[in-house]
Every structure is written in C-alpha cells, then in structure tokens.
C-alpha cells in the first residue's frame, strides 16, 4: 500500500522544538520532490519547505527560513523537518507530500499526488 506517514508532532512552549519524520513506503520521492506543508485552523494549506529528492536543493518559505530544516534519508526513504525556536504562529496540521512539479516550475499550491495523514503540532505561548 503506498503511503506516506508523519510522526513526530506533539505539545511543545514557545521556544521548543520538534523534528517530524515522515517515511514512504511503496513510493518513492525520486526522482520529484518531498514537501512539508502545514494548515492551521480556518487557514488555508501553506508550504513550509521542500527537498528535491535527488539533487538535495531546498526551498523554504519565509515563516520558516532561519528556524526550520529540512532534510532527507535516501536509503530510509525519510524526510525530516527539524523546527527550532518555535512560535505560537506554528501550530498547525503539518503533512509530508510527494510534489510532481519540476523544481523551477513550481506553483505556489505544488503539485501533489500523494500525502500523509498529518501530525498535529501545538505550540504553547
């Protein structure tokens, strides 16, 4: 069964920090892209960081830049996302994707065709 799982979420304080995980199993990012977005309550989806499976090129949207990072297991087929200095702002659904697009032609909504059930992510002020 293809599937994409997320764990790693949880109850942190402002400040804390968390590192998601997210495995494949039956799929493979390559040769696309792994991508982490987020959706907090009565917003709409935001990506919050991509790697490009092969090449390890990243992209990180603003809110993230300078706090997140992410990174990937080739032979664990794992994504990571390690989120330091955490904000209130943060809490939100996160889910790990698998993005079609190539990486200059990327949409501001990607082009997923599979994604995680999401891990809840909860930061306290």
């Known amino acids: 069964q293809v599937q994409l799982v997320e764990s790693g979420g949880g109850l942190v304080q402002a400040g804390g920090s968390l590192r998601l995980s997210c495995v494949a199993s039956?799929?493979?990012?390559?040769?696309?892209?792994a991508s982490w977005y987020r959706q907090a309550p009565g917003k709409g989806r935001e990506v919050v960081a991509d790697?490009?499976?092969?090449?390890?090129?990243?992209y990180y949207a603003d809110p993230a830049k300078g706090r997140f990072t992410i990174s990937r297991d080739i032979a664990k087929n794992t994504v990571y996302l390690q989120m330091n200095s955490l904000k209130p702002d943060d809490t939100a659904v996160y889910y790990c994707?698998?993005?079609?697009?190539?990486?200059?032609?990327?949409?501001?909504?990607?082009?997923?065709?599979?994604w995680g059930q999401g891990t809840q992510v909860t930061v306290s002020s």
């Open positions: 994707a698998r993005d079609r697009s190539l990486w200059g032609s990327r949409s501001p909504t990607r082009d997923y065709d599979y």
């Open positions: 790697i490009h499976w092969t090449s390890g090129r990243v």
């Open positions: 039956q799929l493979t990012f390559s040769p696309y892209t």
